[in-house]
């Protein structure tokens, strides 16, 4: 459970386990189990990032601790998709959808449907960057550029940027996780999870996103197609100590603890300190 724990052996259990794993820099990660296993890490700001087995990426703000982000001022939780959109739950009560394009549409409290959604399309002139070759829209404030070699870049009023290049796109907002989202795999993916036949050329495990966490953690969530394969969707978490925690979608987790010589190797004469006196 603490770091100073992490030089026991591997260990794994499952989901019904209610597994939890704290760290010593204040951070703590949980394995739940919800619409498919989801991995939630919580840092020392109130932050929780959620990546589940499915590729759903969800962020929330359970609390406006120090070093928080300016964004959770008005916000009060993020859900990614696979496209790239981002949903914007507000503390008001409404709700904003931000689009790879620029666009932004907005839900008011009181809608009860998809269909009560104001939009607003990025409007202004198109100038061309002399120095590459871009096409850049400026709005009041928002901008979109495309570049020569077909890279969008979208940059919306609260400070999201989504980048999107052939078959990726990357969502990122300061002080909030970074993910990038293989769009061609996470769109095989849902439809193999489906029931829809996939191509043999798409199949084997494949990344369907990354994400980099503000602590500098990082998760990987891959997805596997073949015909054999008995666990579909796998998340390997690791901390910037090192320690790995991976989870299965048949509830399987596994705990990587540092290994040993890796904290010897990176003792500060504080540690040594407090290792021989515990010795």
Not at 111 to 131: F, I, P, Q
Not at 192 to 218: F, M, N, T, Y
Request: glycine share 8%.
């Amino acid at each position: 459970r603490d770091l100073h724990l992490s030089l026991r052996r591997q260990r794994q259990m499952c989901i019904r386990d209610s597994f939890a794993c704290e760290f010593t820099d204040g951070a703590r990660v949980t394995a739940v189990k919800e619409t498919s296993v989801v991995l939630r890490s919580t840092d020392v700001s109130g932050v929780t990032v959620d990546v589940g087995c499915d590729g759903s990426v969800r962020m929330r703000h359970v609390g406006v601790g120090p070093g928080a982000p300016s964004v959770v001022s008005e916000e009060k939780e993020r859900v990614v998709c696979g496209g790239g959109v981002v949903v914007r739950r507000l503390r008001d009560g409404s709700a904003q959808l931000l689009f790879a394009d620029g666009s932004v549409a907005r839900q008011d409290n009181d809608a009860t449907s998809s269909d009560d959604l104001e939009w607003a399309l990025l409007e202004g002139a198109c100038v061309k960057d002399a120095a590459t070759g871009a096409r850049v829209w400026l709005g009041d404030k928002a901008s979109l550029t495309i570049f020569e070699d077909g890279v969008v870049l979208a940059k919306h009023a609260d400070g999201t940027i989504i980048r999107t290049c052939e078959h990726h796109v990357v969502v990122e907002c300061p002080g909030l996780a970074a993910v990038e989202i293989d769009t061609d795999i996470d769109a095989t993916a849902a439809a193999h999870a489906q029931g829809h036949e996939v191509a043999v050329a798409k199949g084997g495990e494949r990344i369907r996103c990354r994400v980099a966490l503000p602590d500098g953690s990082r998760v990987v969530a891959t997805y596997d197609t073949s015909v054999t394969a008995t666990v579909r969707g796998r998340l390997a978490l690791l901390r910037p100590d090192r320690t790995e925690i991976l989870a299965q979608d048949d509830g399987l987790i596994t705990l990587r603890p540092v290994s040993y010589t890796h904290l010897r190797a990176h003792e500060t004469v504080l540690d040594l300190v407090c290792r021989l006196l515990l010795e």
